[in-house]
Every structure is written in C-alpha cells, then in structure tokens.
C-alpha cells in the first residue's frame, strides 16, 4: 500500500516541524517539505504530490503564484492545495480561493482543523 | 514637574482628545448612516469621519496604545477605501462601522479606567469584519487600476495585496512597469532566476515573479517577472540580455495614471478632464502631498479659532476646586460662630463689624459656590447624542422603525452624574426598544404608526433634574409582573398588590417579564442594577404604564453632588446630615398620633398617610434614654415617593462637602457619604433615595 506524500512549503521551519508534528499524530504519510516556492517547484516534478499546504508570503515568489503555476499546468492542476495564511488577510485568502486553492488554514492553526482537513482531502 | 506627571499629563490630555474624537465619530457615524438610507451621501462627511480615524491612530500610534492604533488603522483603511469610492456605504459597511466605533469606545474607556484586559481578540474580530467589506470589491476594483497595463488575468490573480500596493505605488510614482519573460531548465531554474533577480533589484524593483508553464513542462520552467524601474526599455534590454529574456514595457506612469482614473471613475458621466481632475486627487491623497495637507491645515485653523472660547480642564482640578470652595464655607461658619460669641461676650462693637464682614464673604463664598458648580454643569444633549446612535442602531438591528424626540437638551447637569446616568439610560432604552415598541407589523396591526416614537426629555424642577424616557410601545403587562411575582414568592396574593406596586417587582434582583432573553436587553443586566445606579448618585426612577400604550421611565436626579446643603438631625445620641433637597418638611409630633396599618407605623398628614421610619431601628441602635413623648419627624420625599423619619432633634442647616466612603460601605443602606461639619466631627450623611426604597421593600 503506497502511502499519500504531503508537499509543505513554507519558509519558516518551526510552522513547517508543527504541520508535520500535526500531520504525522493522525496517519502515516509520507511528508515533503519545501522552505521556498523555488524549492517546491523543483520538487513537484520529482515526487508524486497528493497534496500541498502552502504559505502566502514567502521570500521567492508567493503563494498564489505557485498556485497559479499549479492551477495552469495540466500535470498538477488536480493536486488539493490547502492555503496557509496569517489572521487579516483576508484579501489574500480571497485571491488564493480565486485561484483554485481548495482550503485554507488561518496562523496560528488548530490543529485539528488541519487534520480534519487532511482527511477530508486524502481520505 | 517630574517625568512621571508629565507622562500621566500627557495621558490624560491623549484621552480627552481620543474621547471626543470617538464621540465625535459616533454623531457622525449616525448621521451618515442616516444619509446611507436616503442615499445622499455627504463627501465631506465621510471625509471628515476619515480624518477622525486617521488622527485617532496617529494619536494612538504616538502614545504607544497599540491596540487602539490597530483599531483605528483597519477603520481608517475601510473609510478610505468609502472616502474614494471604492466600496459602497451598505448596510453591512455601516454596522462594521458601528461596531469597529463600540469597540474603539470601549479601548479608549479602558484606558482611564486602567483596565487591564486585553481586547485583541474583540479587535482580530473586528479587523476581520472590516477586512471582509473590503475584500469582495477589491478584487474587482483592484484590477481596474492596472488595466492599461495589459497584464493577465493570470498575473493580477496571484498578487498579493503588499505586490498590488507596491505596484500602484510605483505607477503613482510614475516608473515604468514591465513584464520579463524568462524561459529556463527545470534543473537549474532557481540559479538563473536569483541571478536575473539580483540584477533587476540593482536597478529597480521586483514585484512579483510568476511561474508559468513553458513549452515543454517536463523540462522547463518560465517565469513572468513584474518589473519597476527608470530606466527606459532599450537600457533594460541591454543590461539583461540573454537567450531567453524578453522585455515588455507594460505603462508609463502618464497612461497609468490616465486610465486609472478611467477605470474608478464615478459611474456618472463626466468630461475627460473632470475625471483627470478626481483621478489626480485619488492618486495624490495617499501620498502627504501638500494639495492635501493644505486643506487640512485650513481645517485645523477654523477647528483652532472656533476652539480658543473654550478650556478643557480635568474634571479632578474641579473636585479640589469644589473641596477647598467647601473649607471656606466651613472656615466662614466658624468665623461667623466666633462673632455670635464675642457678642455673647460683651465684646459688641467688634462682633457686630465681624458679623458684617462675615456675611460679605457668606455672599461671596455662595457666588464662588455656584461659579465653580457652573462649571461642572454640562447640557444633557451631550447625552442625547449618545442615546441617539445608540437607539439608531439598535432599531436597525431589530429592523424597528423608531423615530426619536428630544427634548430639554439644554437643561444643565453635574457632569459626573450625566457620565453616571448614561448606562442606566441606555439600558432603559435598550429595554423600550426591545421589549416595548412592538414590530412595524404588529404595530400596524394594532393601527398604530408603523414608526414607533421614544422621547427624551429633560427639564429643571427645584433642586432636582428631571430625565423621562418614555416610548409609545406595548407597556409592562401588570398581570403577568403579578403573575411572575406570585411564581417567585415575593408575595403570597396578588389581589392586594397594587398596580404601583406591582411594577416596583421590576427593580428587583433576579426579575424579569421576558423568559426570552434577547442579545440586546439580555446582557445579565437587569433593572435592579439600573435602580442601584441611579441611587448611588441619589436618583430615584419612577415607571408609569400603561398596557398597550407606552411606558415612561421617570428618572430624578440632584443637579450635583459636590456641595450641598443639608439638615442636621439628631437620633439617640447620634449626628446625621440629610440633604435639604429632599426635605420638605419638619413636623413635631406626639407619640399618640402615630397610627399602625398593616403592622406598618403611619401618621396622618393632611389628606394622605405619611409612612414612617425609625431611624434608630432602622440602623438597629440601643437606645440609651427613653424616647421623649414629643419628637421631630422629617418628611422627606424623591419623585412621588414620601417618608417620614423620626428623629429627636433638628440642628439646623448647613452646607458640606461630602465625601465618598468608598466601596467598603456601599452595601451599607442609608447612607450615602459622610462629611466634615467644620469643629473637628464628621458625620454621615443619609441617603434619603435608598432609605425610602429600603422602606419600602423592607415594609417598615
């Protein structure tokens, strides 16, 4: 049985070691962390992606960019992508859901609203 | 003045102005969403509510009130975005308005009652709430201002809103915008695009840098950098030339800021250069330019000259004021004794020049008196201004129709006791709109006017200020108060309750007709709190009823606390003070006239049985002597309510400073204050309101 790979991309490593503390307390899947949108977008190619958390403000390019990238490319435009966005941004939230994000996660995260998510997106 | 007072100086002085900005920004909140409903909105009223919120948060920001800085930022952001037509004024807009203005309310009280719980949460909420009108026309609007860039739909979605402000700000700024197209490995991307980027950033700024999908996905990756410089496209061109960069100049900063006018101009049709005109304001008001701040400087002289009449002074400078007003009266009544006494003594000629010049200062001292208490006094209008947005907002949450009638605006009050009435008010008025007037359908069902009416009232009556809220609305239902007072146990037949009576239940802890409790009236705060307020600044309320009808809250206040006047009085041995304003009568009495009805000792006077209460029983004194067969009884009375106290002497009057004894004697009944009578005693003074209610509940 193959288990379901995560792509986490945020480049604060302490939100990053809290989404995997949080995702691994409910199943095993198998985890992939990015600190930049750069970064994922190398990784994409390389793994097969059931589903990506990522942050809006990121050093690189943004995360509505890398969503826009991904909602435009017939290879991940199905991946679930769950946005990661600090409290008031709303506007930010808003455009993300434009764009095809399928959720949204407000910092600092319940952490059972993420996993609920999760199962909810994977199964 | 050491650093600590200055500080605490300068607080104050941050507070009075916060303050009146925030009650500045209610009436006009309340004004405009008047306007909001008639559709005719007033720019320089909106704009003037912007300038509040705008200087609210500078203030704040400077004082290092962080919370009522965020606050007043994310308003100042909403009613910038109304100011500039970017959103409509809705119903929705308008009661984030009211609430964001609440809360505001709440931070700046808090801070001068040195609260310290945090309200971040409230403002998180609030934020959010003022983010959310916001966000749906952004998107639509957002876009405009960059139309005549050309970008796509795909680029403009992605920005953030920190990239859509730079970009609007490099366009205001007049730099050129332009798109580069790169194409690189998907292997080695990352390389190649920090080296382009760190080029472009040496001479300009990166905005965003979007990747899009190249020719052959599985082994390349493009990107579309937003680009803003000043250089000009051939120098661009050259200083990042490579195999796979292509450079577009999307917008100038003449045709950005021509077509960004286009795009939010006014939906009315107006000339080319009328739009140019509002465009050019549009894009200049968010900078400190001085087309702007030289309006604001005209304003600040005209708010300037109109202010030079007036003199803000913290109301505690008065108290002292008022305290040392009350040691010269004290040192006058000693001097005066003195010249009773020489004279007494033989000493005449002497005494009677004293005497003289005594009453000169008697006569001055009272001009000084009621100089200081004058100052004091504030019209209750302030009040109304404050009960008025309230019950605005309030009908529109409750979507009843309530047309307001003030009256007696100008009637004058201590200004503490006005500060102390307005959450007793607001309840009472938040209960009428509630619970009294009915919904415009019921009411015409009833064939009243759909638009119930709460009127307002103030006036004058002797030493006593007369507030009525009164409402056209369904009126208590006395059976049901009965009802419910039976279920309670406070009495065991209602048959011999009166309907006076009956409605007296309503003060009591723990009563309530409403099983319902609404978000509005129920807020745990019931109208024994309302009557316990009141008579902490010996007031009485009055309710008259009528079912069907309306309700009217009578409320009687003193015009100040701070000096008054009062009756010394004398009970087994003790000294007492009673305020002359509720004594309107003395009687001499004998022991025989004193009638008993209902377990209850009552003397007849005139056509009306007078209630009486022993003072000595009511404070639960030994009496020492036997009671004399003749006594005083002072007849004292608040609103409609008389009583009649037995006391073994009267002293005469005087006036006094009286002095709170502080929360360790508030549950103590009776008494109100205690005072300095000026030979080195102090005695308490009664507090006539809560004697005649504990006389009345108590059926002494």
Redesign the interface.
């Known amino acids: 049985m193959s288990s379901k790979t995560i792509l986490i991309v945020d480049d604060s490593r302490a939100m990053r070691a809290m989404l995997v503390s949080t995702i691994e307390s409910i199943n095993s899947y198998n985890i992939v962390e990015a600190s930049t949108?750069?970064?994922a977008?190398?990784l994409l190619?390389r793994e097969k992606v059931d589903l990506i958390l990522t942050d809006?403000?990121m050093p690189?390019?943004?995360g509505?960019?890398?969503?826009?990238?991904l909602r435009?490319?017939?290879?991940y435009q199905e991946i679930p992508v769950i946005i990661i966005s600090s409290?008031?941004?709303?506007?930010?939230i808003?455009?993300g859901k434009?764009?095809g994000a399928n959720d949204y996660i407000i910092k600092p995260f319940d952490p059972a609203r993420v996993q609920e998510l999760i199962q909810l997106y994977l199964g | 003045m050491t650093e600590l007072t200055s500080a605490h100086k300068a607080i104050k002085d941050f507070l009075a102005e916060a303050e009146e900005i925030a009650d500045q920004l209610g009436s006009e909140m309340a004004d405009l969403a008047d306007m909001a409903e008639s559709g005719d909105l007033d720019p320089d009223l909106l704009n003037s509510i912007f300038r509040g919120a705008h200087s609210l948060k500078g203030l704040a920001g400077m004082f290092g009130f962080g919370e009522i800085s965020e606050l007043s930022h994310n308003l100042e952001n909403l009613l910038d975005w109304l100011r500039l037509g970017k959103i409509n004024l809705n119903h929705a807009v308008m009661a984030v308005l009211f609430e964001s203005h609440e809360l505001m309310t709440v931070l700046v009280r808090a801070i001068s009652e040195m609260g310290g719980a945090s309200h971040a949460a409230e403002i998180s909420a609030c934020v959010v709430k003022i983010n959310a009108c916001l966000a749906p026309p952004e998107q639509h609007h957002n876009a405009s201002p960059f139309v005549h860039l050309g970008l796509s739909e795909q680029t403009l979605g992605a920005l953030t809103e920190y990239e859509e402000h730079r970009l609007l700000e490099n366009i205001t700024k007049g730099k050129n915008i332009y798109s580069i197209h790169t194409s690189f490995d998907l292997s080695t991307f990352d390389v190649d695009i920090s080296q382009i980027s760190d080029t472009l950033k040496t001479f300009g700024e990166v905005i965003s840098t979007l990747p899009s999908m190249a020719g052959i996905i599985e082994t390349n990756i493009d990107f579309d950098i937003l680009f803003s410089s000043n250089k000009e496209i051939d120098e661009l061109s050259v200083l990042i030339a490579g195999d796979s960069v292509s450079v577009a100049l999307l917008g100038t900063a003449a045709t950005a800021s021509a077509s960004s006018l286009i795009s939010v101009a006014s939906p009315s049709p107006v000339s080319s250069q009328e739009t140019a005109v509002k465009i050019a304001e549009s894009v200049i008001v968010p900078s400190n330019s001085p087309a702007q701040s030289m309006p604001a400087a005209v304003d600040d002289a005209q708010s300037a000259k109109s202010m030079s009449r007036t003199v803000r002074v913290d109301i505690g400078k008065l108290d002292d004021l008022m305290n040392i007003v009350g040691e010269l009266v004290l040192a006058h009544s000693a001097i005066a004794a003195l010249a009773i006494q020489m004279r007494n003594e033989g000493f005449s000629r002497t005494a009677i020049d004293l005497g003289k010049s005594a009453k000169g200062l008697e006569r001055k001292l009272a001009d000084l008196q009621k100089g200081v208490m004058e100052i004091r006094m504030i019209p209750v209008g302030q009040l109304y201004e404050k009960m008025s947005r309230i019950i605005r907002k309030i009908s529109r949450e409750q979507g009843k129709k309530v047309e307001l009638k003030f009256y007696g605006a100008d009637t004058e009050l201590d200004k503490l006791i006005v500060e102390d009435i307005s959450d007793p008010m607001m309840h009472i008025i938040r209960n009428a709109i509630d619970h009294g007037i009915e919904s415009p359908e019921q009411r015409a069902s009833l064939g009243k006017d759909e638009k119930g009416v709460i009127k307002i009232s103030s006036f004058s009556k002797g030493n006593h200020v007369v507030i009525e809220v009164e409402d056209d609305g369904s009126g208590i239902d006395i059976e049901r108060v009965k009802a419910k007072a039976l279920q309670k146990g406070l009495v065991q037949d209602v048959s011999s309750v009166s309907d006076k009576e009956a409605i007296e239940f309503i003060f009591l802890p723990g009563f309530s007709t409403t099983e319902k409790v609404s978000e509005v009236s129920g807020r745990g705060v019931g109208m024994d709190v309302v009557k316990n307020n009141i008579t902490a600044i010996s007031g009485m309320v009055d309710i008259e009823t009528s079912k069907g009808h309306g309700s009217r809250f009578i409320i009687t206040l003193p015009i100040t606390l701070a000096i008054i006047k009062v009756l010394i009085i004398s009970c087994a041995g003790r000294t007492y003070a009673l305020p002359i304003t509720s004594v309107l009568e003395t009687l001499l009495l004998a022991e025989k006239s004193i009638n008993t009805v209902e377990r209850k000792e009552v003397i007849q006077l005139r056509e009306t049985t007078l209630p009486l209460l022993r003072l000595d029983r009511f404070f639960g004194f030994e009496r020492q002597a036997p009671r004399s067969e003749e006594f005083y009884v002072v007849v004292v009375g608040v609103a409609e309510k008389r009583l009649g106290i037995i006391v073994d002497d009267l002293q005469g009057q005087q006036d006094i400073v009286i002095k709170s004894l502080g929360e360790a004697f508030k549950r103590f009944k009776g008494i109100s204050g205690a005072a300095d009578l000026g030979d080195q005693r102090t005695i308490l003074v009664l507090d006539v309101a809560g004697m005649i209610s504990e006389a009345i509940r108590s059926g002494n």
């Open positions: 949108g750069f970064e977008l190398r190619p809006i403000n690189d390019i943004n509505l960019e890398l969503l826009s990238y435009n490319n017939p290879n409290e008031g941004s709303q506007k930010d808003d455009k434009q764009l």
